[in-house]
């Protein structure tokens, strides 16, 4: 069974700096995309960008792009996004989800999210 | 990108209603549509891919239906249990883009 579980709930202020977790068991890490996604309160969801862990390779949207930064760690089958300098609007839930087989397929697992708080 | 129009934003309906949720994309996406379920609280879950695959853990009273730039999600008996927001996703082009969001109460 395919399991991505996520690092836990996060209180930062405006201008930190932040990394968030994403474990993945069940599977072959390196060979399946991993995605993050972003839900603001009350909101829908945001697509950020996916991960390839083999070689790191990367798609960010236009609108994340710059702003945060993904990457992972083979050697513990866990993917991370990160953020430089937090802003309030930052606030949200971040999901991190496996893909389907190859580059353009749909997202299968999901993590439980991980709700990242950014106030002064 | 790619924008995804889901409609309604909300619909009410009675337990047993056939319910169908409709998702508009801004340019022919062939058959590469998903759409998620997501309950109150809770991270969202894939129903169905490649716009009328289901999942193996989705049970039959769900359906898709679609290609090119207009799809369907059905529900034929809707039940207290499929109170929740529904979500199309395009995958065809980068960046994948949601849909808004259909959300599904009991009347």
């Known amino acids: 069974e395919v399991q991505l579980v996520q690092s836990g709930a996060e209180v930062k202020k405006p201008g930190e700096s932040l990394k968030i977790s994403c474990k993945v068991s069940?599977?072959?890490?390196?060979?399946?995309?991993i995605g993050w996604v972003r839900q603001m309160p009350g909101k829908g969801l945001e697509w950020m960008g996916v991960?390839?862990?083999?070689?790191?390779?990367?798609k960010y949207s236009p609108a994340f792009q710059g702003q945060v930064t993904m990457s992972v760690d083979k050697s513990i089958s866990t993917a991370y996004l990160q953020w430089s300098s937090l802003k309030a609007s930052d606030t949200a839930m971040y999901y991190c989800?496996?893909?389907?087989?190859?580059?353009?397929?749909?997202?299968?697992?999901w993590g439980q999210g991980t709700l990242v708080t950014v106030s002064s | 990108d790619i924008q995804m129009t889901q409609s309604p934003s909300a619909l009410s309906a009675s337990v047993g209603d056939r319910v169908t949720l409709t998702c508009r994309a801004s340019?022919?996406?062939?058959?590469?549509l998903a759409w998620f379920q997501q309950k109150p609280g809770k991270a969202p879950k894939s129903l169905i891919y490649?716009?009328?695959s289901l999942q193996n853990w989705v049970p039959s009273k769900f359906s898709g239906s679609g290609s090119g730039t207009d799809f369907t999600l059905t529900i034929s008996s809707l039940q207290p249990e499929d109170v929740a927001t529904y979500y199309c996703?395009?995958?065809?082009?980068?960046?994948?883009?949601f849909g808004g969001g259909t959300k599904v109460e009991i009347k």
């Open positions: 989800a496996r893909q389907d087989y190859g580059d353009y397929s749909s997202l299968l697992e």
């Open positions: 069940g599977h072959s890490f390196p060979t399946y995309w």
């Open positions: 991960i390839y862990p083999d070689d790191s390779k990367t």
């Open positions: 340019q022919d996406i062939s058959n590469y």
């Open positions: 490649d716009a009328s």
């Open positions: 996703q395009q995958y065809h082009n980068y960046p994948f883009t």
